[in-house]
């Protein structure tokens, strides 16, 4: 597991089309019809090596959306090359990419280290492992789950909390939209924001790690 993938991808050439989500680098084409959007992904998944990386690919009803890996630490050289690739069939077929359709979104369980209860998770939605901490949707469309460990010192005994990743350009405009719907700002880093709703529900909106590094401040 280590950063140097996930790193090289966001600042490599050619790959503008793609947001590194916490589930690896993905992508949305738009089409005229579903339709064309079909006819798109077969093309796509005749990309050399696209089934290899075990990518999910998603048709709708005016895009195709690719993911290239389920991993963020899945991440390798050559994804890189894979996303270039895809993008271009994309515009062999006259597709334009649009980074506002892409987004993850993922519940994180917290409990006390004794607590944690992977196995039941996974077994419950029907998910599959991934990771240690984590489960997964093996048909690659619902949100992943993680399994955190709450600082022991702290007497809550479970909590829950809704992860939102998006891209880093669309961050700034999905935190006013919440804000204009009642929501308020708990707290903010670098790379997230921590809303929460009127009861006190928490939602962090992030464009960790596409937004690495942090425009504003780069020293970060």
């Known amino acids: 597991m280590s950063e140097a993938g996930w790193k090289a991808f966001v600042t490599a050439e050619g790959v503008a089309d793609w947001v590194v989500l916490h589930g690896g680098p993905t992508a949305a084409f738009r089409t005229a019809s579903m339709r064309e959007a079909a006819q798109l ?4 998944a005749e990309v050399p090596g696209l089934e290899e990386a ?14 290239l890996t389920r991993d963020l630490w899945g991440i390798e050289p050559g994804h890189v090359e894979l996303a270039r690739a895809v993008s271009a069939v994309a515009r062999e077929h006259g597709a334009s990419a649009d980074r506002a359709l892409v987004q993850e979104v993922q519940l994180t369980i917290a409990a006390q280290p004794q607590a944690i209860d992977v196995p039941f998770w996974r077994t419950v939605l029907g998910y599959r492992s991934a ?40 961050v700034a405009a999905r935190v006013e939209a919440a804000l204009a719907a009642g929501g308020t700002v708990v707290d903010r880093s670098a790379q997230h924001w921590t809303l929460s709703d009127r009861a006190g529900n928490r939602v ?14 780069p020293s970060a």
Do not use: F
């Open 54 to 67: 075990q990518s999910v690919l998603t048709v709708a009803d005016r895009h195709v959306s690719v993911r």
């Open 131 to 170: 990771a240690d901490d984590n489960a997964t949707d093996p048909l690659g469309h619902s949100s992943t789950v993680w399994l955190q460990e709450l600082d022991p010192a702290k007497s809550l005994r479970h909590a829950m909390h809704i992860d939102v990743s998006v891209a880093r350009e669309h």
């Open 204 to 217: 962090c909106v992030t464009a960790w790690p596409d937004g690495y590094p942090d425009p504003t401040n």
């Open 41 to 44: 992904a077969a093309s796509i």
